[in-house]
């Protein structure tokens, strides 16, 4: 029974001739092969590979997202091989969905298609991009930090809950805390973006009713 599956990233950790690998190399095993000896030989989409003995798994640390047309988000990173059509910081949004890796994105009024890098690693994961989570129209001159009625009309109960717990600013978007508490969210949702926000309003509630106690 093979050791990995396809889609597993593994690393290179002891050389073993005939094969062409790298020691410490990382790589998607996109094709598993049986030499004579009935050992599993595990391919890149580069034709970097490993026999199974010399390989182990690299523990992944990024959720993957699975973004909807329109769904914007903030690079953080930039990939270490293959084009990079986006600056760190530059939001985009998601302006086609063709299945599969094919995805096309817009950033500065230019359509990009940006999927994965020279390895087959997809970069639609929290290791690349954060969501931005989407302005409200509001009253501009509201500079109080406090909820005003002006806010009250503009913001959902939702909102207000955030607003109230500090876990949005001012301007509508994630604070420090707020970042942090949406990323843990997300990583414990798979991904969700949808039930990483129910939970970050749940949260919120949470320690506002603390608060009162």
């Known amino acids: 029974m093979a050791k990995f599956k396809k889609g597993d990233k593994v690393r290179c950790?002891?050389?073993?001739?005939?094969?062409?690998?790298?020691?410490?190399?990382?790589?998607?095993?996109?094709?598993?092969?049986?030499?004579?000896?009935?050992?599993p030989v595990y391919w890149g989409s580069k034709g970097s590979g490993g026999y199974e003995e010399g390989l182990e798994l690299v523990e992944q640390t990024y959720t993957k997202l699975t973004p909807k047309v329109g769904d914007k988000f903030r690079v953080t990173k930039l990939k270490k091989h293959g084009s990079n059509p986006f600056r760190v910081g530059e939001c985009i949004t998601l302006v086609s969905d063709e299945g599969g890796c094919e995805k096309r994105w817009r950033g500065n009024n230019d359509v990009e298609l940006w999927h994965h890098d020279?390895?087959?690693?997809?970069?639609?994961?929290?290791?690349?991009?954060e969501p931005v989570e989407e302005e409200l129209p509001v009253n501009r001159h509201v500079d109080?930090?406090?909820?005003?009625?002006?806010?009250?009309r503009a913001l959902s109960a939702?909102?207000?809950?955030?607003?109230?717990?500090?876990?949005?600013?001012?301007?509508l978007t994630l604070t420090t805390r707020g970042q942090s508490m949406y990323i843990s969210a997300l990583f414990d949702n798979d991904g969700d973006h949808k039930k990483a926000m129910e939970q970050l309003v749940a949260d919120a509630q949470e320690s506002l009713d603390e608060e009162k106690n």
Do not use: H, M
């Open 13 to 39: 950790v002891a050389q073993k001739s005939g094969v062409g690998w790298i020691k410490n190399r990382e790589f998607v095993a996109c094709r598993i092969s049986l030499e004579n000896t009935n050992t």
């Open 118 to 129: 020279s390895d087959g690693n997809s970069v639609i994961t929290t290791e690349y991009l």
């Open 144 to 152: 109080v930090p406090k909820l005003t009625s002006a806010l009250k």
């Open 158 to 171: 939702d909102k207000q809950t955030l607003f109230k717990d500090e876990v949005i600013g001012q301007n």
